[in-house]
């Protein structure tokens, strides 16, 4: 780089280790915005995948342009192949990013789920599923350290029934909803 001046030195690490990255991470996570309680941690994922997505495309677009030219090419400004497919990359991709409202103020909303029969409702049945498990764990343990009160200790062995009934009724119905 014996004749480049310091613009084009800076250009340059933009454009293979920055710019294609960000504009792809723009355009394929619209909703991501640097704000609130988890701004710093979101910094450091864009910063990251943008890093990590422009060296695989530099990585990506150099090998197709050694492949489809056959005496090779020179990545420098006096034949910039690959400076210009990377900047029509970084372009595409940040007027996708703008048309999926990337950079408005408000985030886009997500486009609502389809009803579709077991799809609904796994999160939430794998929260009470492991609710329940905590529950019948501790209550095990409650019989393991041994209760004295025989009243007590029958209503333990209930409660524990109730909730592995309770556990097996909750799996049986999210079964028969994949099986239509």
Known sequence: MAGASAPEIVAGFLLVFFVPGYSVTRAVFPEWRIRGH????????ELTL?????????????DGL??????????????PALEVA????????????????????????????????????????????DELSREERRIRHLLRAGVENAQERERLYERLEAIRAESLELARRREAEYAE
């Open 38 to 45: 988890d701004a710093m941690r979101r910094v450091v994922e």
């Open 66 to 79: 050694l492949s489809l030219t056959p005496s090779g090419f020179q990545a420098s400004w006096s034949d």
């Open 86 to 129: 990377l900047a029509a990359i970084a372009g595409v991709a940040l007027v996708i990013a703008w048309a999926r409202g990337s950079f408005r103020r408000e985030a886009p909303s997500r486009a609502p789920r389809t009803e579709a029969g077991g799809e609904e409702g796994a999160l939430e049945l794998t929260f009470q599923l």
């Open 50 to 62: 943008s890093l990590v997505l422009s060296v695989v495309l530099t990585v990506l677009v150099g």
